[in-house]
């Protein structure tokens, strides 16, 4: 991949020498591989970048401490919840890649930070390696060539393979990386079953791919099957036993998701019991850096086949991430708006919506947080809408509790106030 030149810890301005930045210029580390263009893009942004590739999960509290930044980049270092126990002013994380459990979310949230990820950008990339183990399992490569290096020819049992045409993909979690591989399946001339949470039958339809409303289903029809859905608390083990147990013989099993979503326990029953081939490029332990020792057992047994989680991993894909990387932060810095955003809330535990119509003029809407202060209301969330001219503006003010008629009438008081309104919220 590509990979900036000269030294892996500096500290670049926009002509490549360090430079402070402007007032609306962003601080941003860098702790992990990232692509030249990605600095490069940063830099035209004015952004101060520190570019820190070898930074572990351990070495990230302190060098938040030693840079401050305002935004955090990583790829595959973790970063825990001591990144944002210290004060600081960081305030967003940006993912380098779609898959965001290796931040502690939580933890973020709870500081006010924001997290974002670049989800799409390695769909093809992924897929790609979906193929390349899918094709693996059947034609049994690493063996073929393990063998021929050892001296060996051994035509007679190489040449058992089943062969794809004609026979079923199973798609689990039809979005961005899902549709790839489905799309690739036709093209193998497979016939493509999908199953995803959100999916409807008019939606598969649409497709081209068979519906199917159960995961177990799914796994008694397919021959090959290709998990593709993100690492929440809900997908967690969530290909165990009963899947497993559904599975035809000699099925195939491709992961390049997440470790978590499948039960490795489980899996090792289904590969001992029913003779199925796996192509895994996740685990449920994997090193916290980019070389390590690794000790999955389950890499050990016989019919799996393993990459070193590296599916988003071609130019490409990083190329197509790390111009998605610097729109992010050029949006963030010009708006403070937050693209692809993972941790605002989609609701809030407000009862009430306050709506004060009010001239576009300095301290009306101090007045009006100054009434709830009093009051001891909290405020949830709130948007002020400009009208055109901006002569006049609206505010939605979410609460979690009801003002008094006194309180309504204080707000009211203003001069510049044209009308309060005040509605129940219903959940």
């Known amino acids: 991949m590509g990979m900036p030149t000269g030294s892996p810890s500096t500290a670049l301005g926009a002509a490549g020498a360090a430079t402070p930045p402007s007032d ?6 860098i702790a992990d591989k990232f692509e030249k263009a990605g600095l490069d893009g940063l830099n035209r942004l004015g952004c101060t970048v520190t570019f820190e590739a070898n930074l572990t999960a351990d070495d990230l509290p302190a060098a938040i401490g030693d840079h401050d930044p305002d935004v955090l980049i990583v790829r595959s270092t973790k970063v825990g919840e001591a990144v944002f126990q210290a004060p600081s002013k960081l305030s967003l994380v940006i993912r380098a ?51 021929l290096r050892g001296g060996t020819w051994n035509k007679k049992e190489y040449a058992k393979a089943p062969g794809l045409y004609g026979r079923t993909l199973g798609v689990v979690g039809l979005g961005g990386i899902g549709r790839e591989v489905a799309q690739r399946g036709k093209a193998f001339g497979m016939k493509v079953i999908a199953w995803s949470r959100s999916l409807t039958q008019e939606q598969a339809d649409e497709l081209g791919v068979g519906y199917c409303s159960n995961l177990i289903n799914l796994a008694k029809l397919a021959d090959v099957i290709s998990i593709n859905i993100a690492a929440t608390d809900e997908t967690a083990g969530l290909i165990g036993s009963k899947f497993c147990a ?3 013989d000699r099925a195939y099993l491709i992961n390049t998701s997440r470790g978590s979503v499948v039960d490795d326990k489980a899996l090792a029953n289904a590969i001992r019991s029913k003779a199925i081939r796996v192509g895994l490029d996740v685990y449920a332990t994997e090193p916290g850096s980019t070389t390590g020792t690794f000790t999955d057992p389950i890499v050990q047994e016989p019919g799996v086949y393993g990459t070193h989680h590296v599916g988003a991993s071609t130019e490409q894909a990083q190329q197509a991430i790390a111009a998605e990387v610097v729109r992010i932060v050029e949006c963030y810095q010009n708006t403070g708006q937050v693209p692809h955003c993972v941790n ?15 001239l576009n003029r300095p301290g009306v809407l101090a007045h009006v947080f100054y009434t709830l202060g009093q009051a001891g209301i909290n405020v949830e969330e709130m948007e002020n809408i400009i009208y055109c001219g901006a002569k006049a503006a609206c505010a939605r003010i979410q609460l979690d509790d009801a003002p008094s008629a006194d309180h309504l009438n204080a707000i009211r008081a203003n001069d510049d106030v044209l009308s309060v309104n005040l509605t129940t919220i219903l959940s």
């Open 344 to 358: 605002r809330a989609t609701s809030t535990t407000a009862t009430n919506l306050l709506i004060v119509r009010h």
């Open 24 to 29: 609306t210029a962003l601080n941003v580390l």
């Open 246 to 248: 559904a599975l035809k």
């Open 97 to 147: 890649g779609a898959g965001y459990d290796t931040i502690d979310v939580t933890a973020a949230s709870t500081r006010g930070v924001f997290v974002a990820n670049c989800p799409g950008k390695n769909s093809i990339a992924v897929a790609e390696l979906v193929w390349a183990l899918i094709l693996t399992c059947d034609r049994r490569l690493p063996d073929q060539t393990a063998d």
